[in-house]
C-alpha cells in the first residue's frame, strides 16, 4: 500500500475556552499545581481576553507555551509509530498542521520545536516515519507573504472560516444579529460564512496559491472548514487548483459529490477547447 496521509490539526480554540471556572475545577487544579486558590484565581484573570478569537490561541500558544506543541507531536508521532506497527504494510505520513500562521518566523519557531521533538521520538522508537509539517492559512496577511511561509511549510490548508472572519471584519458567532438585514436589503445574497465569497476570499486564496506554489512547487493545498462542503464553493476550490477539501462529517457526501461534478465539468470543458 502507498502512503497513507493523517492530517492533525494542533491546538486552535482560544485558550480562554480551556480556563476553569467552576469552583471546584479551580480546587482541584490547585491542588495538582501546589498553588492556592487565590494563585490560580489570579492566573486565570490575567489571562482572560476582550476578544479571544483575535487573541491567545493557534500558534500563539505555541510560541508561549512550547510544551504544549511538544506533548501534542509526541501524541501525534507515538500515534502513527503504534499504527505503523500494528499494520507493517501501511505507510503511515502524520501532516502536522499548524493553525493561524500570519509570519513565516513564526511558523518557522514553532516548526522546529515540533520537528526536534518528532525526530527524538522517531529516533527512540528504532523505525522509520516520514511527517509533514504544514499551516493552516487563515489570515489576510498570511495571504499575502505565502511565498515566505511556503518555504517553511510543506502544506497550507486554508481556513475559509477564519478568513472570511477577519477579511470582512465580522464575528463568526455574532454575524447572524445583522446579516439578515444584509439579505433583505440585497447588499449580500449569500451568507459569507456558508458559502465562499469567491471575488474576495476568492481573490486572497489564489494570491495565497501563486506565491506559494512559486516559492515551493511541491506544495500541497486544501481547504478546510464549512465551504468544503458547499457545493458552489467546492467547485470554486476544483478551480482554482486546490489538491482536496474537508469538511464536517455530515457534508461529506455533498462534498464528494460536488468534486466529482466539478471535476466532470472541467474535463467536458477541456475535450470541448480540443
Not at 503504534?82 to 505507510?91: G, I
Not at 498542521?97 to 525526530?119: G, R
Not at 523505525?127 to 498570511?142: C, F, N
Request: aromatic content about 8%; glycine content about 6%; overall charge negative.
Amino acid at each position: 500500500m502507498s502512503g497513507n496521509p493523517v492530517n492533525i490539526r494542533f491546538l486552535d480554540p482560544p485558550l480562554h475556552e480551556f480556563l476553569p471556572t467552576e469552583e471546584e475545577d479551580i480546587r482541584r487544579l490547585a491542588d495538582a499545581q501546589g498553588k492556592t486558590i487565590a494563585q490560580i484565581k489570579q492566573i486565570i484573570a490575567s489571562l482572560y481576553e476582550f476578544n479571544p478569537m483575535l487573541g491567545h490561541r493557534g500558534l500563539r500558544l505555541a510560541i508561549t507555551y512550547p510544551e504544549i506543541p511538544r506533548m501534542q507531536t509526541r501524541a501525534v508521532i507515538r500515534a502513527a509509530l503504534n499504527v505503523q506497527k500494528m499494520h507493517p504494510d501501511w505507510t503511515i505520513v502524520p501532516e502536522i498542521m499548524i493553525p493561524l500562521t500570519a509570519d513565516a518566523k513564526e511558523l518557522a519557531f514553532v516548526k522546529k520545536i515540533v520537528v526536534e521533538t518528532a525526530d527524538a521520538e522517531i529516533s527512540a522508537s528504532g523505525t522509520e516515519l516520514k511527517y509533514k509539517v504544514g499551516t493552516m492559512i487563515e489570515t489576510p496577511r498570511a495571504c499575502t507573504v505565502a511565498d515566505e511561509i511556503a518555504k517553511v511549510a510543506d502544506f497550507f490548508s486554508f481556513g475559509t472560516n477564519d478568513l472570511t472572519q477577519m477579511s470582512y471584519g465580522f464575528s463568526r458567532d455574532d454575524a447572524g444579529k445583522f446579516l439578515d438585514a444584509y439579505y433583505e436589503n440585497k447588499i449580500f445574497e449569500n451568507d459569507p460564512f456558508a458559502k465562499l465569497d469567491q471575488k474576495g476570499i476568492g481573490f486572497l486564496m489564489q494570491t495565497a496559491l501563486r506565491l506559494g506554489k512559486e516559492a515551493n512547487p511541491s506544495l500541497h493545498t486544501g481547504v478546510c472548514g464549512e465551504h468544503g462542503g458547499d457545493p458552489s464553493s467546492v467547485e470554486f476550490c476544483h478551480k482554482i487548483g486546490l489538491d482536496y477539501v474537508s469538511c464536517s462529517p455530515f457534508r461529506v457526501p455533498i462534498a464528494r459529490l460536488a468534486a466529482a461534478q466539478a471535476a466532470i465539468a472541467d474535463l467536458k470543458e477541456k475535450c470541448e477547447k480540443e
